[in-house]
């Protein structure tokens, strides 16, 4: 028995995100509990369009645009995300591809980075808009041709549902959107690869 490498994404990704905590909590701490510190502040955090770290003279700007999926305000942060990305991302990696689920986290963050900066005045960072993509595109893997599966309307109904009233009515800190954004992203990633099946057919 040996043990295998057998999602190399989903676990390189697992691992730099651990590696960038650790640091964070330890050469680079800020000193707060439950905030980042410099080195996420710095690189893995994204920030409104025009402030100091987000200045088109910033080389680093378009680098947090996806580098916030990377940071994480602390190891129970970390853990949150990550315990649901290790039990759904290697199911997902292994029925899309490696090359597939790389393309669907950095589209994700990217998106998400995007219109965080757009349209928010507040900074961002953790993976958890990756979560919801991953938890939202997982109810529709056994999807047959044609058809769109009761387990991934209700999933996407009682997870979005719960951050969308979280974002009208609970101001807990989190980022919903980020939320909202991963499942809807999740959702048409799920929609984009069934109907690339059809039209192979």
């Known amino acids: 028995m040996r043990i295998s490498y057998n999602a190399p994404v989903v676990l390189t990704f697992t691992f730099i995100c651990t590696i960038i905590t650790a640091l964070d909590t330890t050469l680079f701490t800020s000193g707060t509990v439950g905030r980042p510190g410099s080195l996420c502040s710095n690189f893995f955090c ?46 997902l990696e292994e029925k899309y591809g490696s090359r597939t689920l790389l393309t669907m986290i950095f589209t994700t963050a990217l998106v998400t980075g995007i219109l965080q900066a757009t349209m928010f005045l507040g900074g961002l960072l953790g993976a958890s808009g990756i979560v919801f993509m991953m938890i ?39 980022s919903q959107f980020a939320h909202i954004i991963g499942g809807i992203a999740g959702g048409l990633f799920a929609f984009a690869i069934a109907n690339q099946k059809v039209a192979t057919k």
Do not use: C
Not at 61 to 78: K, T, V
Not at 140 to 167: H, M
């Open 46 to 91: 994204v920030y409104p369009f025009g402030s100091s770290y987000m200045s088109s003279y910033d080389p680093f700007m378009y680098f947090r645009l996806f580098s916030h999926a990377m940071g994480h305000g602390g190891w129970e942060h970390l853990t949150g995300n990550f315990t649901i990305i290790l039990l759904l991302g290697p199911i």
């Open 136 to 174: 939202i595109l997982s109810s529709y893997t056994n999807a047959k041709q044609g058809t769109i599966p009761l387990s991934f309307i209700l999933v996407a109904i009682l997870f979005l549902g719960k951050e969308i009233y979280g974002a009208m009515f609970v101001h807990d800190g989190v």
